[in-house]
Each structure stands twice: as C-alpha cells, then as structure tokens.
C-alpha cells in the first residue's frame, strides 16, 4: 500500500496511487488522485510511505480537479528536485583543486541553501588531482555538474530522505530478491542491439575549457563490445581533461550503459515490498522465467502501484548485472549466473 502523510496524517485511501524511479534519474516521482477530498495543495511537503516504510519525502508540485469525474489528481517529486531544476550558483561554480565529490555535492547544497544531506554509500571516493579544475559554465545545471564529476569516480546517486545517496553498482554479488514463475503475474523480456557499437574511444581535452574544433587532444581511452560486428564506431571527446586511466573507465561505462539499454527484462508482481524490503532500482535480483532469460540481473526501473481495480502491482525492468559499472568484464561469479536465450 502507498500512503501519503501529510502533518501526521495518513492519507491511504487513494483510487490509484503510483511511485517511479528509474537508475537514469537521481529522482523518484510520485502521483496520485482520488474522489474524495483531501487536505493537500501545492506546495505542501509530505512523506510517503510504502506497506509502512518511509520511501520519501516529497513536494506536492500539481494538482488538478475535474468536475465531470469529481476527482483531484496531485503529482510531486522528492525534495532533491531542486538539484535537477536549478542551475548552479556563483559561489558553488568553482571548487578547490584536489576535493573529494562529497565536498563538491556539499558545496553546491549549501550555496542553494537547500534542506538536504549527502549520504555516502559507496565507501571510500578517490579525490580530484590537485591539477584538476572542477568548475561549472554559466547557467550550467546542478544535476548535470554533479553528474559530470560522479561518473570520473564510478559512481551513482540517487533521492533518499531528504538526501542525496552515492553509492556504486557492478561491484555486488549479493541478491536482495527473487523473481520466477510463481511470483510474478507477467514476463517481457526485450533485446535491442541498435544502439551499440563494437568500439568506443574516449579522447580528453588537452586543457580545460579547450573546444572541440581545435583538436586539442592528448589522452584516451577505448572499449570494444564483442557483440556487435566490426566497423560500428563511437567516439565522444569529453569537455574537460582527464587522465587516459579515467578515459578508459569512461569508455567502458559507455559501453555498458549501452548494453544496459538494450536488453529489458520485465516483470510485473503483486506487491511492493519482497521480505519486507522496498523493490527498488539499484539492486540484483534472481529471475527464474520461461522466456529465456533465467540467473540474476540489475534492477534499473521501478514502477508501484495501488490502485482500486488491481491492488498493489510493481512493475520491473531489469538488465545485466554488470550494466552501468565501470568494469570492462563481469566477474566470472556474475557471469556464471546469467543466461540470456534471447
């Protein structure tokens, strides 16, 4: 059940109510509409709750009422929206050489002066080199400026409670649920290789701030993806230098972020919680299907629902378990546990 609190007071009585949240967005967004009436407008500043648990606090940022059908809609986003829809401040463009992503993260949250923490999960985070400018254009986006920098270091953030969560992914082996035949009501499974090449190459500016026109290029880094024939060839300068270590991380990231947007594994079950555990992106599962597709693999996508006519329903995609990592290969403890007949 998806229960919103306002105040103190549960609101649980919705017609539908659905929760998204996806690994491509640091968001979760939220809707819900009901034909009753309800105390809640824009602006409003509530919690959610799923089968009991806090799954985020958000901002109520629309509301829509129909007369015809007598029913108010509301839709929000968690409280970090403010990290993807401002732009950086003057006094947070610019960071010290040598600062660790926290600090950076840090920087920019008190220059909005925004009422969110950052949670790092994903131990330790090598820091920038002393010799490394970390700075942002004018009008330059928050959340791509945090995006910028996570992704040198291999890792991912996503919405908490009032917080901003860094953590990492193609490292785990531990699976967190268990997905098959008889725990779920529908399997999808869908490959599409369009959208991979067989080599990348990262090339790095030679100076920051250095165009692309000019050529200015001194490190690089590649990555091949064994799948896709010979001759498909994808190339990305990035627009700030980068050690030739970092560029081949990045090439390999490309790489994987392309294999993970071409296989998805869908799943819809009738609950949203498994062992009293949140379904969520980020996390592996083991998956057990009569499609072809059988071993464990990544959560990316997260849809809950509640609503009248069907009840509480998730529906989930995966894909491989090494996707979006910075790893060229999966371990072979990873590989023995993926099968793909598709």
């Known amino acids: 059940m998806i229960t919103l609190v306002k105040d103190g007071k549960k609101l649980s009585r919705w017609s539908r109510a659905e929760v998204s949240s996806n690994i491509d967005n640091c968001l979760k967004s939220y809707s819900f509409s009901t034909d009753r009436a309800v105390d809640i407008k824009a602006g409003d500043k509530c919690s959610v709750l799923v089968d009991g648990k806090e799954h985020a606090r958000l901002i109520i940022e629309k509301v829509r009422k129909k007369a015809e059908s007598n029913k108010t809609s509301y839709e929000g986003r968690d409280t970090a929206s403010v990290l993807v829809d401002s732009n950086v401040p003057d006094e947070a463009k610019r960071v010290p050489p040598g600062a660790e992503l926290v600090t950076i993260i840090n920087k920019l949250i008190t220059a909005l002066q925004a009422d969110i923490t950052v949670n790092n999960n994903a131990g330790k985070i090598k820091p920038f080199r002393a010799t490394e400018i970390i700075q942002a254009e004018a009008g330059e986006n ?125 799943l819809k079950v009738d609950r949203h919680t498994v062992n009293d555990v949140i379904i969520q992106p980020g996390k592996l599962a083991k998956v057990r299907t009569d499609i072809g597709v059988n071993g464990v693999f990544l959560i990316s996508s997260v849809r809950l629902r509640s609503d009248d006519m069907r009840g509480d329903t998730a529906d989930i995609t995966l894909t491989y378990p090494d996707a979006y990592s910075v790893v060229e290969k999966m371990n072979n403890k990873q590989k023995k546990r993926t099968d793909i007949d598709v």
């Open 142 to 266: 928050c959340f791509e400026f945090i995006e910028k920098y996570a992704r040198k270091r291999g890792v991912y953030y996503t919405a908490g409670i009032d917080s901003i969560d860094i953590y990492r992914l193609g490292q785990a082996v531990k699976t967190e649920f268990s997905f098959s035949n008889s725990n779920t009501i529908d399997q999808q499974v869908f490959v599409d290789i369009s959208g991979r090449y067989s080599k990348y190459k990262v090339k790095s500016q030679a100076e920051v701030g250095a165009g692309y026109d000019n050529k200015k290029v001194s490190r690089e880094g590649t990555a091949e993806d064994k799948l896709i024939i010979p001759g498909r060839y994808r190339e990305i300068v990035s627009d700030e230098s980068m050690t030739a270590a970092e560029c081949k991380e990045r090439a390999v990231e490309e790489a994987n972020i392309k294999r993970a947007r071409s296989l998805n594994i869908k």
